[in-house]
């Protein structure tokens, strides 16, 4: 059974308008956003590339630190990335370009991902960790939907607004 593609949510508002840089409530939606992704992810699943070829030169993964950067490998690519954080659809939303090494040649491209719950384990009803869904663009290239979930074991600290181990 195929899986149905993995499209971006419906974006409510034009990103010109929830900019955090006028808005001190904005600026704090963002870094809460911000927080969720945080850490290291690791990409279990691509449309385009079966898992051996997705780690070709090691674990696949994606990662994002404070700084809205980050950085990514899968198969032969390995790539840094600029993000801006936001909520779309009531889910937590990155969109990100990038620029990196696709096997000795520069490349670049864009992306974006959502964070998701999984739905409760039968029969326990525990629920299973979040789960990173999104879909990278190489420019004048290929694109692949991709799944991740969290290889760090960081979560958020409610209270104190803060990650930890």
Do not use: N, Y
Not at 26 to 55: C, L
Not at 115 to 123: H, N, Y
Not at 133 to 156: L, P, V, W, Y
């Amino acid at each position: 059974m195929t899986k149905p593609p993995i499209t971006p949510p419906r974006i409510a508002t034009p990103i010109t308008e929830v900019l955090p840089q006028d808005d001190p409530g904005a600026r704090g939606q963002h870094e809460r956003v911000k927080r969720k992704f945080f850490g290291s992810w690791r990409i279990t699943e691509m449309e385009v590339w079966d898992q051996d070829a997705t780690d070709l030169l090691g674990p696949a993964h994606i990662r994002f630190d404070a700084e809205r950067l980050g950085d990514f490998r899968f198969i032969a690519i390995q790539g840094s990335m600029h993000c801006f954080f936001d909520e779309r659809d009531h889910l937590p939303f990155v969109e990100f370009s990038w620029r990196g090494d696709d096997d000795g040649t520069e490349t670049c491209g864009r992306g974006w991902a959502v964070i998701e719950k999984r739905l409760p384990r039968l029969p326990t009803g525990r629920p299973e960790d979040d789960v990173l869904r999104g879909r990278i663009f190489i420019h004048q290239g290929d694109d692949s939907g991709f799944e991740a979930t969290r290889s760090d074991g960081r979560k958020i600290a409610r209270r104190e607004g803060r990650t930890r181990p």
